[in-house]
């Protein structure tokens, strides 16, 4: 069996987070503000006979965990959800809470254990330098992958530093 090999010339760095970002709120400002003011400087492209904004969302997914107590705190239960929106993570979540039936067959209360979910959203950017990259931000951390450019390197750290939950 023929081993993976690395591709010269692209790249791919994270940065792990010093603490997790907030919540689901203060996630969603970051993606909205990195695709609506643009602050990489990205530009729009066209290709596959479609115009592309600079900054695009490819793939997003958002986990919300939950467990079910007895009377006593003992966990009689747990459940993971996963939605492709935020606005499918937040109904879901008040649909949960007040699922009556899903309450009584675990015969416990459910607690949203809202620090232990998780966020991801993939960023499909184009350089004003005609290249394509990647930019993953998950509740911890921040990828950029398929660059060749450093200086796209810099500007993403430049960026992240500015941002008051990526710090």
Not at 36 to 62: D, F, T, W
Request: with cysteine.
């Amino acid at each position: 069996m023929p081993d993976f090999r690395v591709k010269p010339g692209t790249t791919s760095t994270f940065r792990r987070l010093k603490s997790p970002i907030a919540d689901i709120a203060a996630f969603d400002e970051i993606i909205q503000t990195l695709i609506h003011r643009n602050p990489l400087g990205c530009i729009s492209y066209y290709a596959r006979q479609r115009h592309h904004p600079p900054v695009e969302k490819l793939r997003e997914m958002y986990t919300a965990k939950f467990e079910y107590r007895n009377g006593r705190e003992k966990r009689i239960g747990t459940t993971i959800e996963m939605y492709d929106s935020v606005e499918g993570y937040e109904t879901g979540v008040a649909a949960v809470i007040s699922n009556m039936a899903n309450i009584a067959s675990h015969r416990g209360k459910v607690r949203h254990r809202k620090k232990a979910d998780l966020f991801s959203v993939m960023l499909r950017c184009h350089d004003p330098n005609g290249e394509m990259y990647f930019l993953s931000l998950a509740r911890d951390r921040v990828t950029v992958s398929s660059y060749t450019d450093d200086e796209i390197r810099r500007r993403v750290e430049r960026w992240t530093d500015g941002v008051p939950g990526l710090a």
